[in-house]
Structure formats: C-alpha cells, structure tokens
C-alpha cells in the first residue's frame, strides 16, 4: 500500500473504557486499556489522515500531535463522537463503552453505614452509539465498531459477531476474543474482521500496531 493512502481523510476515532460514576470517588468501568485505539489512530497518522482520538480512560499515552478530546462517560462519549462524525470519512469505535451506568449518581459517598450487608445499585441502560453512528452516517463514510467476547469456540465466537453487526448495522466489524488474560491490557491481538452481510474480510494477529494497519487496509 502506499504510504500515505489517508491523506485528506477524517478519521475519527475512540479508545479506551467508559467509567460511570456511582458517588464522587467511585464508578463502574472496565479492564480496556485503549491500546488497540491508540494503535489505530497512531496507524492513521501515519499514513497521512486527519485524526481525531476521543478518549475515555487510556492507560497508555496517546500519539504525540493528534488531536484529542477526552471523556469518561458513555453519554459524554456520544455527545463528542456524534459531533465528530458530521465531519469524518472514517470512524472507528474502539472503545469500550459501558452498556449501562448508574440511575443516580450521588452527590456524596455511598456509605457502609446506611447500605448494611448488601447494596444494590440500579443500572439503566446507555444509548447504542455505535448503532445511531451506522444509522445516520452519511454517504461514503466509512463506520467500524469492535467486539471484545468471551466465547472460547471460534465459530460460535463468528456466529456472535454475525449478529451483533447486523444490529449494529456498522461496515465492518472487528472480533477480538478476550479473557482475564487475552485482549484488553495485552501488547498484542488477534482478530476477524467481518464487513457487513457477515463474510470475514479480514483475519490477523501480531502488535496492536499491525493489527491497526491490516483494519485500515480494509477501511481503505
Ligand atoms: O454491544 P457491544 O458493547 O459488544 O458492542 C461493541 C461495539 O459497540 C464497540 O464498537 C463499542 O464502541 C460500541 N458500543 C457503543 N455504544 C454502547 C456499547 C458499545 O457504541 N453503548
């Protein structure tokens, strides 16, 4: 491919995990680290487009010179990310977005004191950004979403993804099994990219660095 095969393009793209805030000092997240986000905004800097990065919570530093907009929740999220898209060619949905957040946020701590032995906590479900993205995206652009599973048995794993891209409705869907030690904090990744009607387009592993390029070849 050639080197700067992006040039001229928009691509918006969002890393990391969501947190959702139960009380002033606590939230609900999760164990993604942003890598794989950070790798595909990286990838795309350096093959010439315009990147912009959303980022929740990152554990590792985002690419020296792109543009960044930090958020922690899903609501705050989609609020940038839609904004965002009205200008882009490309987005990519990397991040890990909570599905749920807390029905209230306390304006003080939970304390032990008044929940006693056990503490439920009521959840209400956040907006499908990714599927409203697909929905309205406008002529030519390019959406791709991510699918971190559990599932063990790879065809089952595809089966899953099948279905989620068609209620997603994205172009393309990247498939990443994870696990207590597979895909979020890891260096490295292996995925199976399917584009929309469901047939695997795509299949690679390595650094997250070259897994970003091999789905940017797609994109392209
Ligand atoms: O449904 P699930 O969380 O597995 O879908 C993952 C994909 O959907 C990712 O691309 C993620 O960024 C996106 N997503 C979203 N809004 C949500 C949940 C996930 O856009 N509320």
Not at 57 to 83: F, I, K, N, R, Y
Not at 186 to 196: G, I, P, W
Not at 200 to 215: F, N, W, Y
Request: no cysteine; aromatic share 2%.
């Amino acid at each position: 491919r050639g080197g700067v095969d992006l040039a001229g393009k928009r691509i918006v793209v969002t890393a990391g995990g969501t947190r959702e805030p139960l009380d002033p000092v606590r939230f609900l997240g999760n164990r993604s680290s942003g890598r794989q986000g950070v790798a595909v905004a990286a990838a795309a800097q350096a093959r010439g487009a315009d990147v912009l990065l959303i980022a929740a919570h990152l554990e590792v530093d985002p690419p020296e010179g792109v543009e960044l907009v930090e958020v922690q929740t899903a609501l705050e999220l989609q609020e940038a990310v839609t904004e965002a898209a009205r200008s882009a060619d490309i987005v990519v949905m990397t991040a890990a977005v909570a599905d749920y957040r807390p029905a209230v946020t306390r304006e003080s701590k939970i304390k032990k004191s008044e929940a006693g032995d056990t503490l439920s906590i009521e959840l209400v479900a956040n907006p499908d950004i990714l599927a409203a993205l697909s929905a309205t995206r406008r002529d030519g652009q390019v959406v791709v979403g991510f699918a971190a599973e559990t599932e063990p048995d790879p065809s089952t794993l595809i089966e899953l993804g099948r279905t989620k891209l068609a209620a997603k409705g994205s172009d393309f869907l990247v498939l990443n099994q994870v696990g207590w030690e597979q895909g979020f904090a890891t260096e490295s990744n292996e995925v199976v990219v399917l584009r929309k009607g469901g047939d695997i387009v795509m299949e690679a592993s390595g650094s997250k660095l070259s897994v970003a390029d091999r789905i940017l070849d797609v994109v392209v």
